[in-house]
């Protein structure tokens, strides 16, 4: 069953992310005081009265600068707007009726939706709503988002709009995290998994800035910022520490690559991000389609020689443009995400130490040995004396081929016993 869409609009600045994340009580929206900071529509799934919707923050309307990814960020906000079910068109009681509210107020009545109009920042001494009858939808509800008043009441009108949705009971999604460097494409890589344009696509880098998540039948993609070295200003900080949470929130991070740019240091510190979370990796080689065939045989066998520790990671050649193996990818998610649930038995695992004790004695000895813990997978090992790196590695390799783990980091929780 398709849930109702609410989607909260109005002019730069009136407070909308503030409300999203009161709503939603989570700080995912990132809020600042930069007009036009969000540029894609966050979508949130609310129950409320027995009732759920999907609740979507849309960006601005009016930014005092139009940069160059502003049209494409217009057009999603109109194509979100006549898709939803309910608008809340949201206005600022402390800078009061300006003209483009007026504006919206006459495009939203030219679209035939039903509003609700919500006056924000009402925590000031005596507000006045007076003015904004005007806009033709009664009197406006007066909230304040920051101090969360009035937002009980604003719920209680969403719900009394829209239909009876049933709780139903849905399996567990897996949640995936698409991260990379800028510019490799993963809000591309987002709608095609997706099958909509759900969030703003542009060659220029930085347009992501929140972390986006859309739902499919077995998923939960979230689209993040780019990660990188050096940051300009606190937006592009705060969108860096958001895709560095959404990291430790996923089961799954595909790690999106230029296809047609070699590796570079923040690749690698990228993949190892997901590593050291313990969180099943699959690395997808974007933009497949400006590959030659003679690049497209050699690509994986470079990476391999390039990052020789990533053996046990899949790898996989696509293309979010015309959507070559973007379904293989969604299989290799799946395939990987039941990699990191693998909990081996003690008696196999004992008996696979006990057969490469036999082909091969370390110089200490293994007390116990057994898999203690999934997402993150690790080995408990107890030994009596130290343990070396390189054995390890030999171990891990022989565990792999013993009993799979693709896509998956194995730790290892080494304890000596004197």
């Given at each position: 069953?398709?849930?109702?869409?609410?989607?909260?609009?109005?002019?730069?600045?009136?407070?909308?992310?503030?409300?999203?994340?009161?709503?939603?009580?989570?700080?995912?929206?990132?809020?600042?005081?930069?007009?036009?900071?969000?540029?894609?529509?966050?979508?949130?799934?609310?129950?409320?009265?027995?009732?759920?919707?999907?609740?979507?923050?849309?960006?601005?309307?009016?930014?005092?600068?139009?940069?160059?990814?502003?049209?494409?960020?217009?057009?999603?906000?109109?194509?979100?707007?006549?898709?939803?079910?309910?608008?809340?068109?949201?206005?600022?009681?402390?800078?009061?009726?300006?003209?483009?509210?007026?504006?919206?107020?006459?495009?939203?009545?030219?679209?035939?939706?039903?509003?609700?109009?919500?006056?924000?920042?009402?925590?000031?001494k005596e507000p006045s709503t007076y003015d904004f009858y005007e806009l033709g939808f009664g009197e406006p509800l007066v909230i304040s988002a920051e101090h969360n008043l009035g937002i009980d009441e604003l719920l209680d009108t969403i719900t009394s709009k829209l239909p009876d949705t049933r709780k139903r009971k849905e399996k567990n999604k897996i949640r995936c995290s698409i991260i990379g460097k800028p510019n490799v494409g993963k809000s591309s890589l987002l709608n095609a998994l997706g099958g909509k344009d759900y969030v703003v696509v542009s060659d220029i880098p930085g347009t992501t800035r929140d972390a986006i998540d859309i739902e499919t039948d077995r998923?939960?993609?979230?689209?993040?910022?780019?990660?990188?070295?050096?940051?300009?200003?606190?937006?592009?900080?705060?969108?860096?520490?958001?895709?560095?949470?959404?990291?430790?929130?996923?089961?799954?991070?595909?790690?999106?690559?230029?296809?047609?740019?070699?590796?570079?240091?923040?690749?690698?510190?990228?993949?190892?991000?997901?590593?050291?979370?313990?969180?099943?990796?699959?690395?997808?080689?974007?933009?497949?389609?400006?590959?030659?065939?003679?690049?497209?045989?050699?690509?994986?066998?470079?990476?391999?020689?390039?990052?020789?520790?990533?053996?046990?990671?899949?790898?996989?050649?696509?293309?979010?443009?015309?959507?070559?193996?973007?379904?293989?990818?969604?299989?290799?998610?799946?395939?990987?995400?039941?990699?990191?649930?693998?909990?081996?038995?003690?008696?196999?695992?004992?008996?696979?130490?006990?057969?490469?004790?036999?082909?091969?004695?370390?110089?200490?000895?293994?007390?116990?040995?057994?898999?203690?813990?999934?997402?993150?997978?690790?080995?408990?090992?107890?030994?009596?004396?130290?343990?070396?790196?390189?054995?390890?590695?030999?171990?891990?390799?022989?565990?792999?081929?013993?009993?799979?783990?693709?896509?998956?980091?194995?730790?290892?929780?080494?304890?000596?016993?004197?």
């Open positions: 069953m398709r849930l109702p869409e609410v989607v909260i609009v109005g002019r730069v600045n009136t407070g909308k992310s503030t409300l999203f994340n009161r709503i939603i009580k989570k700080p995912l929206a990132i809020v600042d005081k930069t007009p036009g900071l969000t540029r894609d529509s966050l979508r949130k799934e609310i129950e409320w009265n027995d009732k759920r919707f999907i609740l979507i923050d849309s960006g601005g309307l009016f930014p005092p600068i139009e940069d160059a990814v502003w049209a494409k960020v217009k057009a999603n906000i109109e194509k979100t707007v006549k898709e939803a079910t309910l608008v809340i068109f949201l206005v600022d009681l402390k800078t009061g009726l300006v003209p483009q509210d007026k504006d919206i107020a006459a495009w939203l009545r030219k679209l035939n939706k039903e509003v609700i109009l919500v006056a924000n920042k009402g925590d000031i998923f939960i993609f979230v689209d993040t910022a780019g990660i990188k070295k050096k940051f300009k200003d606190e937006v592009e900080y705060f969108a860096h520490l958001r895709s560095k949470r959404s990291i430790s929130y996923a089961e799954v991070c595909i790690v999106v690559i230029d296809a047609k740019r070699p590796i570079t240091n923040i690749d690698k510190k990228i993949i190892q991000m997901a590593e050291q979370e313990g969180k099943g990796i699959v690395i997808a080689f974007n933009k497949a389609d400006l590959l030659s065939k003679e690049e497209r045989k050699s690509i994986i066998y470079l990476f391999e020689r390039e990052l020789p520790s990533l053996y046990y990671v899949p790898k996989v050649l696509v293309s979010a443009k015309t959507g070559e193996r973007i379904e293989f990818l969604k299989e290799l998610v799946f395939r990987v995400w039941a990699e990191t649930k693998k909990k081996v038995s003690d008696k196999r695992v004992l008996a696979f130490i006990m057969k490469e004790l036999s082909k091969f004695s370390p110089p200490f000895e293994i007390i116990k040995f057994f898999q203690s813990r999934i997402e993150p997978t690790t080995f408990l090992m107890i030994t009596r004396g130290k343990v070396r790196q390189d054995y390890l590695r030999y171990l891990e390799k022989r565990i792999r081929e013993e009993f799979g783990y693709i896509g998956t980091p194995i730790k290892f929780d080494i304890r000596l016993r004197r």
